[in-house]
């Protein structure tokens, strides 16, 4: 974004690839999308409903995430244990129908075929069947498959699936069970929220790929390319946790994709925006990212929201729109929890039928840029690709940043796509403006010499790295428009524009000047991009040895260390999920509201020993309320 026009025209795309060869923006030919949570779409009455439907289909969301189970008067679709109510499941067929015919088929469903929160009424669920069998002992419901009950209460689960994929046909997509209909069913969650809120898992843990490969092979949604989906085990993800991508999620054949559930807010010190903790999450090679890629298994943000703060509601469009655009930017699928068509209070949740100064503006903004996004991972199994992907070569500003904000440019937590792409006294580091680590060389005011150099952006006088300006942007001339001209890349002012000022404008890439970036000072890798290494003093382009790739026989790795999963890694990350942006943390939003007790994390063990743990009910929190 701190491009200017002039220079993105006069360079052409083929100077501006080898420039951006050194960033982490995604160059792979695979798409990402957007979604929507909406609990509840199926009770609607059938006018509501459609209405519902074609404000979705026209905001740019690819998949509508619903759940099964009970909303007010309307039953969940096994009133006991056992038996079913074949009008609930017709409803619920309706809505398939209905989201299949007004998208013409480009909208596609993820089914929660029970929420974890029934099991002991969290999240505003009322207690179903299963609860009150289970009196309270939820954990039994993972954990009993002895057959304490008359039926193993894990059989019973299963019974379930089965019926509402196999044994109901629809009686809309001629007759054919749901386990086929991958026309409008992208996937399945083995539940929403398995262990919601306990971490790491305590007992039960076979449940979840016993589960997984009962829909996958059992009831054959694999065959029928619907994919099976692990729901956000144990609930809300920490911002440096592993609560949803245990090792038993990672090593189940069945299971095709990670559910991942995270609440995180805008920082309100304006230390991070509410996008910056998904940025480092799926940094490019970290942990995560690169055991999914080993592991075959596709990553997609099925919740995630806007976190009320006391910065207050004027800040909601811009909390989503961060949000969403950081995990397009990183090219991860992202699901909104939730929207629905009625009042927003200071929730999360976000009317669909509002005008576009209300909080879905911001949303429907951000979902059309997914659409065309790119990603690492090849979603083409699950869901048919956008006509074309982007070509952008820039981070895009948030064109809801209120005008009280602040902060509107190169802060703590935004991301950015240039080393001057951030206030001079930050690092623009893995696409994050940051405050530079203590060791790190060059900073503002560091010493300098011919040997000694600064970060890329500031100019070594007088042996101090200088201090420099951040360049203003451009006005557009119609102040309705959020770009110029209708060109979201030039935003900035060219350095000709400097009439007088006291400092320079933060220097451009060297990429501008000479044919190959020069890269910022380094000691060691982690002062350098996850795609770089530090070479002799310098970060470099890294193609061999860098981080998430397979660490060599004799464990070589430029990133100095091999992790406990035979991946390149950064020191000090072995008990970490994630990759180098984990260390910066401490300013993520609150933890996640249903997020596990603390001081329980380190590795987990698959444990399937039966435990009656009654654990007093949480207050309902806005997790998986979706
Ligand atoms: C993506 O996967 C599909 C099959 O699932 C395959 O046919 C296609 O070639 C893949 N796309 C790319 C670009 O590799
Ligand atoms: C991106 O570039 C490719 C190759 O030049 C082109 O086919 C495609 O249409 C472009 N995408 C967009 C959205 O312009």
């Keep these: 974004m701190r491009f200017l026009d002039v220079f993105a025209s006069l360079l052409g795309v083929a100077s501006l690839t080898g420039y951006v060869a050194a960033d982490l923006r995604i160059t792979a030919d695979h798409f990402s999308f957007g979604g929507v949570n909406y609990p509840g779409l199926q009770t609607l009455n059938p006018k509501e409903r459609d209405t519902v439907i074609r404000a979705i289909v026209k905001s740019g969301a690819r998949v509508i995430r619903l759940f099964i189970r009970q909303y007010g008067d309307y039953p969940d679709p096994e009133p006991e244990v056992g038996s079913f109510d074949r009008s609930i499941l017709d409803m619920f067929d309706d809505t398939l129908a209905a989201i299949h015919h007004i998208s ?13 929160h029934a099991l002991r ?12 069998r289970l009196e309270g002992a939820f954990l039994d419901f993972y954990s009993n498959e002895q057959g304490e009950y008359p039926v193993a209460v894990r059989e019973h689960y299963k019974t379930r699936l089965q019926v509402l ?5 629809s009686r809309n997509f001629g007759d054919r069970p749901w386990s086929e209909l991958n026309e409008v069913i992208l996937g399945v969650d083995v539940q929403n929220e398995p262990w919601s809120s306990i971490s790491p898992i305590p007992s039960g843990e076979p449940w979840l790929c016993e589960i997984a490969t009962h829909l996958k092979d059992t009831l054959g949604l694999g065959k029928s390319n619907i994919a099976v989906i692990s729901g956000g085990i144990s609930g809300a993800q920490s911002p440096d946790g592993d609560e949803n991508f245990p090792d038993s999620a990672f090593n189940c054949d069945a299971i095709d994709v990670i559910g991942i559930h995270g609440y995180y807010a805008m920082d309100e010190n304006g230390e991070a925006t509410a996008g910056t903790n998904w940025a480092k999450m799926f940094i490019p090679g970290n942990t995560l990212t690169a055991r999914a890629e080993e ?14 703060t006391e910065l207050g509601l004027t800040y909601k469009q811009q909390a989503i729109w961060d949000q969403g655009n950081a995990l397009n930017y990183r090219g991860i699928p992202w699901i909104y929890s939730k929207i629905n068509n009625g009042g927003e209070g200071t929730t999360s949740t976000v009317s669909i039928l509002r005008d576009d100064t209300a909080a879905i503006g911001a949303l429907k903004d951000v979902l059309k840029r997914a659409y065309g996004s790119r990603s690492k991972f090849n979603w083409s199994k699950f869901l048919s ?3 074309a992907l982007s070509n952008s070569t820039y981070v895009a500003l948030n064109p809801y940043i209120p005008e009280q904000s602040d902060c509107t440019f190169g802060c703590p937590g935004y991301l950015c796509d240039a080393p001057d792409g951030c206030k001079p006294d930050l690092i623009c580091k893995n696409s994050i403006c940051a405050k530079p680590d203590e060791k790190q060389p060059g900073k503002m005011g560091d010493d300098c010499n011919s040997k000694q150099p600064c970060l890329e952006h500031l100019k070594c006088e007088d042996g101090l790295c200088q201090e420099c300006i951040v360049r203003p942007s451009i006005q557009p001339k119609d102040p309705r428009k959020t770009t110029v001209d209708g060109d979201p890349n030039a935003q900035c002012q060219p350095d000709s524009t400097s009439t007088f000022t006291m400092r320079p404008f933060c220097l451009k890439p060297s990429a501008f000047t000479s044919p190959s970036r020069l890269g910022n000072p380094c000691q060691n890798a982690a002062h350098c991009d996850a795609n770089e290494f530090c070479d002799w003093g310098f970060c470099k382009v890294c193609t061999e040895g860098c981080l998430g790739m397979k660490c060599k026989g004799n464990n070589k790795c430029k990133t100095g260390f091999c992790n406990s999963y035979g991946r390149c890694d950064y020191p000090g990350q072995k008990k ?21 007790p603390k001081g329980q994390s380190g590795p987990n063990k698959v444990r399937s020993e039966a435990m009656r743990i009654n654990t007093p009910n949480e207050t309902p929190v806005a997790t998986g309320a979706a």
């Design 295 to 308: 592991k075959k298994k596709l990553l997609l943000v099925e919740e995630m929201a806007y976190i009320h």
């Design 104 to 116: 013409k088929g480009k909208v596609k469903v993820i089914i929660a075929p029970h929420d974890a």
């Design 165 to 169: 994929f196999k044994e109901y046909t």
């Design 385 to 387: 690709p956008p006509p």
């Design 121 to 132: 009424e969290t999240n505003d669920v009322p207690c179903d069947a299963y609860c009150k």
């Design 576 to 596: 970490r999920a994630h990759g180098p942006g984990a260390r910066a943390r401490g300013r993520s939003g609150p933890r996640g509201p249903g997020a596990g």
